[in-house]
């Protein structure tokens, strides 16, 4: 049973389109993020929900915004597809004040804008 | 700013050797580091939390060590084999109540059978 998952997998696209990437977790975390990974296999944090609370918003455009319309979801949109936000996204979640804040990753979406 | 260093960036051992992957890390502050391991269309898994008024933590044939005044961190494999064979990311946390995780840039590990 998939503990956090992402849909699509892979995202072909044109530039200027608007894109949306799906993330569902069902392990009763609180905390959602978004993390890009670029071709240089360096990933680096976007955005963390606490509770369908936004609480971390690193220098982002602002064609990026997340939507978490409850805990177990945070989804990602795009507007207006650019060449250089090819990459691939992921989706984690975790359980901070358990003493153990370990993130669960989902497996990845890779979108692709030509 | 944190900036996590790994090196080497690619590694190659033939199977059954020991081998040590290393991760430095610029501000000593942190809660607690990470060892993930990456495989491709599988996303990241977890290997190894080390909090930091830890010393090492082990789990089966990994061992990872911190050593949070010199900012370094090892990831040691034991007997290695072809299925080690993957990317392995060592990630920081700020503080408690900060998840927020500073990655490295990966050692991609090749398991020569």
């Known amino acids: 049973d998939t503990a956090v998952s992402q849909t699509p997998k892979y995202l072909v696209t044109q530039m200027g389109n608007d894109k949306s990437i799906k993330c569902e977790q069902n392990?009763?975390?609180?905390?959602m993020y978004w993390y890009k990974q670029d071709s240089k296999k360096f990933l680096k944090i976007m955005f963390s929900?606490?509770?369908?609370?936004?609480?971390i918003n690193e220098t982002v455009p602002n064609r990026f915004s997340p939507k978490s319309p409850d805990k177990a979801h945070l989804n990602l949109h795009i507007n207006s597809l650019e060449l250089g936000d090819s990459a691939v996204y992921f989706c984690a979640s975790s359980q901070p004040g358990q003493g153990v804040e370990t993130q669960y990753f989902g497996p990845g979406t890779r979108l692709l804008v030509l | 700013k944190q900036e996590v260093t790994q090196i080497p960036a690619a590694l190659s051992v033939p199977e059954g050797e020991n081998l040590v992957l290393n991760c430095s890390f610029t501000?000593?502050?942190?809660?607690?580091l990470q060892w993930f391991r990456q495989d491709p269309g599988k996303g990241l898994t977890s290997l190894l939390l080390?909090?930091?008024?830890?010393r090492e933590q082990t789990s089966g044939r990994l061992n990872a060590s911190l050593d949070k005044s010199s900012g370094r961190s090892t990831l040691y494999i034991a007997a290695s084999q072809p299925g080690d064979s993957a990317t392995y990311l060592c990630a920081v946390t700020a503080y408690f109540g900060n998840e927020k995780l500073t990655f490295g840039t990966g050692t991609r590990l090749t398991i020569i059978p």
């Open positions: 929900y606490n509770n369908k609370e936004l609480i």
């Open positions: 501000d000593s502050a942190i809660y607690n």
């Open positions: 392990l009763g975390h609180d905390t």
């Open positions: 080390i909090q930091s008024s830890q």
